[in-house]
């Protein structure tokens, strides 16, 4: 399965400021997820990022706020703009390599808005 | 997407098999039974999927209802290391890709 490198692994910003997160897969794939997880609850989705076109962001979630590039099939940015305390979650990029395998995840960026 | 019903949480004692139940009565015949699990400070980890069949795999084994309307993750002799939050997820094929997560069952393992 894919190996997924996230970076950073944790930040501590300050409100106002964006943070960018990265994620490098070792292998081509069509579509990168991004996941947010809040304190104590489950993953929601974010956005699905095609290579080449726009991500395709989920009820709750717009590109001002959560801006994503896609510049490859391998590489994927999430940014978390004008941050408030409550965009303080783990965030998490996935993907999936053919029928035959589940998704794999990054194991996330730890964001502590201050 | 269909829906899945777990429970909140389970125990479990150590080097015991484990059953962890999944209700999905809404499932229809293009979705996929995913399962996955995610260990203290890491991102989900893919378990095993199947469609109909009973599935084993390394980490465990993934038991079918005949009518597909519940499933059954089995974890052969539980460790210490496989207390987790596991998750439940229909995926259909014919649909879009992504994943939709509930709220999962939070496993305990008691030495």
């Known amino acids: 399965s894919a190996v997924i490198s996230q970076k950073p692994s944790r930040d501590i910003c300050q409100r106002g400021t964006s943070l960018t997160i990265q994620c490098q897969v070792d292998?081509?794939?069509?579509?990168m997820f991004w996941y947010r997880q809040q304190p104590g609850q489950s993953l929601t989705l974010i956005a699905t990022?095609?290579?080449?076109?726009?991500?395709?962001?989920e009820s709750g979630f717009v590109i001002d706020k959560f801006p994503i590039s896609r510049p490859n099939l391998t590489f994927s940015t999430l940014t978390v703009s004008n941050m408030s305390p409550e965009d303080s979650s783990i965030y998490l990029c996935?993907?999936?390599?053919?029928?035959?395998?589940?998704?794999?995840f990054g194991s996330g960026t730890r964001l502590t808005v201050v | 997407d269909a829906k899945t019903t777990q429970p909140n949480s389970m125990e479990s004692n150590e080097e015991e098999p484990v059953h962890l139940p999944c209700n999905h009565s809404?499932?229809?015949?293009?979705?996929?039974i995913h399962w996955y699990r995610q260990l203290p400070s890491q991102g989900p980890e893919y378990v095993i999927h199947?469609?109909?069949s009973n599935v084993n795999n390394r980490m465990a084994s993934l038991a079918i209802a005949e009518d597909r309307k519940s499933s059954t993750l089995i974890l052969h002799r539980a460790t210490l290391r496989d207390a987790a939050v596991y998750y439940c997820?229909?995926?259909?094929?014919?649909?879009?890709?992504?994943?939709?997560f509930g709220t999962g069952t939070r496993l305990t393992i008691i030495p």
């Open positions: 292998s081509q794939v069509t579509m």
């Open positions: 997820i229909l995926r259909d094929i014919l649909g879009n890709e992504k994943l939709t």
């Open positions: 996935s993907v999936r390599q053919g029928t035959a395998y589940g998704y794999t």
């Open positions: 809404t499932i229809s015949g293009t979705d996929y």
């Open positions: 990022a095609n290579q080449g076109s726009e991500a395709t962001y």
């Open positions: 199947g469609l109909t």
